[in-house]
Every structure is written in structure tokens, then in C-alpha cells.
């Protein structure tokens, strides 16, 4: 399974460029007062910052020990209660439900092949309550072949990074970050997988929408493709 390690102390500096507002906006209409939220692969807790300064009881899980201390400490900065877990999205187990589980920022795409996805929505399930709503996304096809063969050189204040990404089969990305921070240099691989949207799905729910980038619709030059599901 894949996990941020060293590239976890740079992940919000790098990530820097990307609207958490929009993921904010998509789940907003789905959301009720005291209602409860998982993040599933929550990265430094950005999204359940903005969320539980909303008012929402919030909790993050994640694979990376590293990147759920820089999430501990984002929340004491902000001087939030916000409980964070080290576990792996697809096999984890927490003595309490919620009435949404979200998984975002292509971490599906983490997941190698369909018997991992099942095992990522049965164990969303088990977490949620009656009717309880699971919101995905993954990148689209149209972003993976924009993905396959690019390379990002950047400048930061205090570090330089190079990230080049390969295609090395019809669903596999390999992703090579290298960082070098005065003489310092680290390096760091992962992969990243395709998944057709009918691959999606788990017979404990049924999908409630599909949407594109965003919209109301689905476009086949949509780069990010989100799945509203909801518990039976």
C-alpha cells in the first residue's frame, strides 16, 4: 500500500495549488446539523479543518504516521479537537459509526485492484449508519493519460522537488518524487491505478450520483469523476 513518508513534511507546500473549497462545496448540500465525518486517507487534515470550523464532529484516518502527526499538530495550531488514526483505509476499525465517510484526492486510486476496493467499502460500511452516505473520487481516464508521461520541476522557498510521472501499464502510473532541501536529498516512489467507474460499487450501496469535476453531468474530457453512495 502506498504511504507519504518523507514527502508528507512537504505535502501542503506542494499541494499548496489545490481548492479544498471545491470538495468543501460537493459534500455541503449532503450535510446535516451533528452530523458526524470520517476522512478516509486525510492527508494533514485540511478538508477536516475547514469542516469541523464549520461545526461538524470530525475524525481523519490515514496510513502515513508522518503525515497524521503534521495533522495533529494543524489541528492544535488551530486549536481544534480533532482525533486522528494511523490505519489503513481498506482494514481498519474504530469503536464508533458516522453519517458520512469521505475518501478523496485520488487515494481510491491508490488501491491496486478490485478486491482492495471491496474491502475499502466494506469497511466504510461497517462505519456508517443507517443510510449513512460514502463519497469517492478518482481521477478519470482523460487525467491519466494527461498523467502518464509528465515531469514537474519546483522551486519552493526551502526546497526544490522533481516529480516525474510514467505510465508503466494500461492501468498502472508510477509516480518518482525527488527532493533536495540544501544538502539534503530525498527520494520517494508510489503507484497509482485506473479504475473503470462500473468497479466502483459494492452490493451493501447503492450509488446515489456521478459527477464531473464538479457538475451535474459527466464529460469524457472531465479530468476528476466523484460517487455519492449511500448505505442499504
Request: with cysteine; net charge negative; hydrophobic share 40%.
Amino acid at each position: 500500500m502506498n504511504q507519504y513518508k518523507k514527502f508528507a513534511y512537504y505535502y501542503d507546500e506542494v499541494m499548496s495549488s489545490l481548492d479544498y473549497n471545491l470538495w468543501l462545496e460537493f459534500v455541503e448540500p449532503y450535510l446535516k446539523p451533528n452530523f458526524k465525518i470520517l476522512d478516509l486517507a486525510c492527508g494533514t487534515g485540511t478538508l477536516l479543518t475547514m469542516l469541523k470550523l464549520k461545526g461538524f464532529s470530525v475524525v481523519g484516518l490515514d496510513l502515513s504516521s508522518e503525515i497524521i502527526e503534521i495533522a495533529k499538530e494543524k489541528a492544535k495550531i488551530n486549536h481544534l479537537n480533532i482525533p486522528f488514526y494511523v490505519a489503513d483505509m481498506t482494514d481498519f476499525s474504530l469503536n464508533e459509526t458516522f453519517d458520512l465517510i469521505t475518501c478523496f484526492f485520488d487515494s481510491v486510486n491508490f488501491l491496486k485492484d478490485e478486491s482492495q476496493i471491496q474491502k475499502l467499502f466494506s469497511s466504510a460500511l461497517k462505519h456508517l449508519n443507517k443510510n449513512g452516505l460514502f463519497i469517492i473520487d478518482v481521477f478519470s481516464k482523460a487525467l491519466f493519460q494527461e498523467y502518464e508521461n509528465s515531469f514537474i520541476e519546483e522551486d519552493y522557498t526551502l526546497f526544490q522537488i522533481n516529480w516525474t510521472t510514467k505510465k508503466i501499464n494500461s492501468t498502472t502510473l508510477k509516480h518518482d518524487i525527488t527532493i533536495w532541501e540544501g544538502d539534503a536529498k530525498y527520494n520517494e516512489s508510489y503507484y497509482e491505478y485506473f479504475h473503470k467507474i462500473k468497479s466502483l460499487k459494492h452490493k451493501g450501496f447503492k450509488l446515489l450520483r456521478i459527477s464531473g469535476d464538479f457538475k451535474d453531468s459527466l464529460e469524457d474530457d472531465d479530468e476528476r469523476i466523484l460517487l455519492v453512495f449511500q448505505a442499504l
